[in-house]
């Protein structure tokens, strides 16, 4: 089952093409890990998928889903932007009110999702008080209480440092094989991008996927 399809995306800031008739499918249940250098369109491509953001020609379609527009999509981005005035709890709990059908969240789902992420004892805590990767595992939390449709990840662990980087890697890895999540995410991290793929598709400044791979079997680092 094909979960989104983008067909010949233009995209264009002022007279540079960014996207430039790019083609790219993302199939149910499948991670798919854009990688390319800086500059090359990922942030651009992952914001057309969020709907952030407009194509200048092409489409984006979601052939699964009938009934609505776009369905249920959780974004992550390389800062957690969490809301500090906010507790942990509260702030897992925001995605939970965007879900698609604006039914409110129980709080013992939130917990669930809390423990699930390792979370339950920051529960009342404040962002100020996380480490970083504690605050990106809350970011990711929020973005799956949506309960979303396609997960998107832009540089979620670019701004860690190694250990937590690593630590975070296997952690998601576990999570979406877990949640069975439809997931697309961004980096210029190549080893990042064979380590997590199932697939793996290269931005090369073209404006459209330059190859593609097949990730091997998840092994253990
Ligand atoms: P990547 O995520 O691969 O680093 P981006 O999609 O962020 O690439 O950016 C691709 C190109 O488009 C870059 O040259 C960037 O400066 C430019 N760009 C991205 N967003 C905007 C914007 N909102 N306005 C103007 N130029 C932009
Ligand atoms: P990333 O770290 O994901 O590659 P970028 O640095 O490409 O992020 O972009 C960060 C934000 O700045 C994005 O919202 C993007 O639209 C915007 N942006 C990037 N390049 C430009 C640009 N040349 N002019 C205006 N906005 C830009």
């Given at each position: 089952t094909v979960e989104v399809r983008v067909s010949a995306a233009r995209k264009s800031y002022g007279n540079t093409p960014v996207l430039d008739g790019l083609d790219l499918e993302v199939g149910r249940g499948e991670f798919l890990v854009v990688v390319g250098p800086s500059g090359s369109g990922k942030s651009t491509l992952l914001r057309v998928l969020a709907?952030?953001?407009?194509?200048?020609?092409?489409?984006?379609?979601?052939p699964a889903s009938e009934n609505e527009d776009r369905p249920a999509i959780g974004v992550v981005f390389q800062q957690p932007l969490l809301m500090p005035w906010l507790t942990v709890?509260?702030?897992?709990?925001?995605?939970?009110?965007?879900?698609?059908?604006?039914?409110?969240?129980?709080?013992?789902?939130?917990?669930?999702?809390l423990e699930r992420f390792g979370l339950a004892e920051l529960?009342?805590?404040?962002?100020?008080?996380?480490?970083?990767?504690?605050?990106?595992?809350?970011?990711?939390?929020r973005?799956?209480?949506?309960?979303?449709?396609?997960?998107?990840?832009?540089?979620?662990?670019?701004?860690?440092?190694?250990?937590?980087?690593?630590?975070?890697?296997?952690?998601?890895?576990e999570l979406v094989a877990q949640l069975e999540l439809t997931v697309v995410l961004v980096t210029h991290d190549v080893d990042e991008a064979l380590y997590l793929g199932h697939r793996i598709a290269l931005l090369d400044g073209s404006g459209t996927v330059a190859a593609e791979w097949t990730g091997t079997p998840p092994q253990d680092r």
């Open positions: 709907g952030l953001e407009h194509l200048d020609a092409g489409e984006v379609a979601w709890r509260e702030n897992v709990a925001l995605g939970g009110r965007y879900r698609a059908n604006h039914g409110r969240f129980a709080r013992s789902d939130v917990d669930d999702l529960a009342d805590a404040r962002p100020a008080r996380l480490s970083g990767g504690q605050a990106q595992r809350a970011a990711v939390a973005a799956v209480a949506v309960r979303p449709r396609l997960l998107l990840l832009d540089e979620p662990f670019s701004a860690l440092d190694p250990a937590t980087r690593h630590a975070l890697q296997d952690w998601l890895r």
